[in-house]
């Protein structure tokens, strides 16, 4: 028997394999094709205060080993979230994580206070490309970063707080400003922003012009990000961005990410997040190492 | 199971850019309806990356039939698939066609690759003893092949573009004159958009019921990506999911 559980902050997960917001609903659908409470931790779909129509369609556009999205964070809203999603969240035996965006600090600091305790985690989603107020404002802004994560932070008392960064800032600086303003964590990468253009109508593709690329394209520029986050900060780091097989996911916890987010896999292949599971015990056994922390960090340059 | 793997039996060209492509699951699956669709894998690996949405078109035992035409990238690839190589697929996937009453009257109009998803209905509703009227709207003579106009029970009027079969004229031209004459009690529609938006305003207008499939780019075919949505009166909504069959004066154009 190998070891696969990990800690983040005062999180146990049964192993490292948690699922991306965005790409897992509210784990309904799932809960229909495989045993959610197999995996580390889920991530739930970025919830705002208010309920999001989402951005018009078309919505996705595929690229070589990729995806663009413009989803624009359709959601209920937290009412509705409270009252039709949380009670099968419940049910579970998975640590769940709420993934949380808002316009301003305030809105931010009103889901914080309502999901505090009611979910394991929250991450703060500040690094969409595809709204165009809030999101990654803060993301990309130094002060308003380190302002808003203690905002959260102050009301956030039972819930581990992550934040969730954009690749299209400095990271090492972003990192040490997501630990100083007193996240317990730190997730990286969300989508690096992009763009496609109909050549026949000479428009771009999508009505926001600018889009999120993920997929197995951006896994590169994922490990990087997350290498540098981990050279400066203390705080647990979770990696993702392309991560489709348990070789991918072996390569993110060597650089040093604790645990990592399967996203744009599970559209391909919604049984994903589970392989890559059976995928690391493999690895273990085959190479006899007990404990799968022993090779997290273990990178030698 | 929702994800399998499954083995090409055929994968021939009906027409100039046409494939059937017939397949066998390695495991049991969930015994599709007709109007469901299955995500097929359209090349190897991970490009490219999204497997593509194809509606079932017959089925023979275990084993699956699709009708698809060659339009992008995915579907070339697809076509370049032979007998004997593994494919993945995920599926089925959205709300079927809900059957009518035996005595209602059911007009199908097919436009085009509409005739995929609407073959495998006829085919049921035939089985069960109703009568059916089909509206079939195909580009060439060459595409008439596609469904099987033999059986009793089945009063089809047929168009093509080019009028080199049938009536030169578009499928929509057949509808309009049809329901001059004979106003059906439910509507199956498949086909481009404006073949849909036709047949949904007149549906709406008369008050017909009317059950219309719809065609999106689709990501994850689960519902969790928020990729294939169109907009309804009651706000955006999954073709995947609550999809792809929509009713009569749902969908805003």
Redesign the interface.
């Known amino acids: 028997m190998v070891n696969l559980s990990v800690k983040i902050g005062h999180l146990t997960l049964k192993n490292p394999v948690i699922t991306a917001s ?4 509210y784990g309904e ?2 809960s ?2 495989a045993d959610l409470n197999r995996l580390g931790a889920i991530t739930l ?1 970025g919830l705002s205060l208010l309920p999001r ?2 951005n ?7 690229t ?4 663009l ?1 413009s ?1 624009g964070l ?1 959601n209920v809203g937290l009412e509705r979230f409270l009252k039709e999603k949380l009670p099968f969240i419940k049910k579970l035996n998975v640590p769940v994580i709420a993934n949380i965006l808002g316009n301003t600090v305030e809105e931010y600091v009103e889901l914080a206070k309502n999901l505090d305790g009611e979910v394991e985690a929250l991450e703060l989603n500040v690094s969409c490309p595809n709204v165009k107020k809030g999101g990654i404002f803060f993301g990309t802004d130094r002060f308003a970063l380190g302002e808003l994560i203690s905002a959260v932070k102050r009301v956030t008392k039972k819930s581990l707080l992550i934040t969730k960064l954009s690749p299209q800032v400095e990271i090492r600086e972003f990192s040490r400003i997501v630990e100083d303003a007193g996240s317990d964590a730190l997730s990286l990468i969300n989508t690096v922003s992009g763009m496609a253009v109909d050549i026949e109508q000479r428009r771009p593709v999508f009505k926001n012009v600018i889009a999120g690329l993920s ?2 394209a951006i896994k590169p520029i994922a490990l990087r990000c997350v290498w540098e986050a981990v050279q400066s900060v203390n705080i647990p780091v979770i990696g993702m961005g392309g991560i ?1 097989t348990a070789e991918d996911c072996l390569e993110f916890l060597i650089v040093g990410a604790r645990a990592i987010e399967v996203g ?1 896999a ?6 994903t997040a589970w392989k890559i599971i059976d995928g690391l015990e493999n690895y273990l056994e085959r190479r006899g190492i007990h404990d799968i922390n022993s090779i997290i960090k273990s990178l030698e340059v | 199971m929702t994800f399998f793997t499954s083995t090409i039996l055929e994968n021939t060209p009906l027409t100039h850019d046409i494939f059937k492509l017939t397949i066998k699951p390695h495991s049991e699956i969930k015994p599709p309806l007709p109007g469901q669709f299955f995500m097929l894998q359209a090349g190897e690996g991970f490009d490219p990356l999204l497997k593509r949405p194809f509606s079932l078109y017959d089925m023979n035992g275990p084993e699956l039939k699709f009708l698809y035409r060659i339009r992008g990238r995915g579907t070339a690839m697809l076509s370049q698939k032979r007998p004997g190589q593994i494919i993945s697929i995920t599926g089925p996937f959205g709300r079927p066609y809900p059957e009518p009453e035996k005595t209602e009257k059911v007009l199908i109009v097919a436009g085009g690759m509409g005739i995929a998803s609407l073959n495998y209905l006829i085919k049921i509703l035939l089985g069960k003893g109703q009568t059916i009227r089909l509206l079939y709207g195909a580009r060439t003579s060459e595409e008439i092949g596609l469904i099987d106009l033999n059986p009793e029970r089945l009063i089809k009027v047929i168009s093509t573009d080019d009028g080199s079969f049938g009536e030169k004229a578009t499928v929509v031209e057949l509808f309009e004159n049809t329901i001059k004459e004979d106003l059906p009690d439910v509507i199956y529609a498949c086909g481009p958009k404006a073949v849909l938006r036709a047949v949904d305003q007149r549906a709406k207008a008369l008050g017909i019921k009317a059950f219309l499939s719809v065609e999106e780019r689709m990501a994850c075919g689960i519902g969790v990506c928020l990729g294939c949505v169109i907009k309804t009166e009651g706000g955006y909504r999954r073709v995947c999911r609550e999809g792809p069959i929509f009713r009569e004066g749902e969908i805003i154009w």
């Open positions: 965005g790409t897992f609903g659908e799932f229909e094709i779909k129509e989402g018009p369609p078309p919505r996705i556009w595929e070589p080993c990729g995806i999205n989803i359709e997929g197995p489709m744009t599970s559209f391909v292949d919604p049984l």
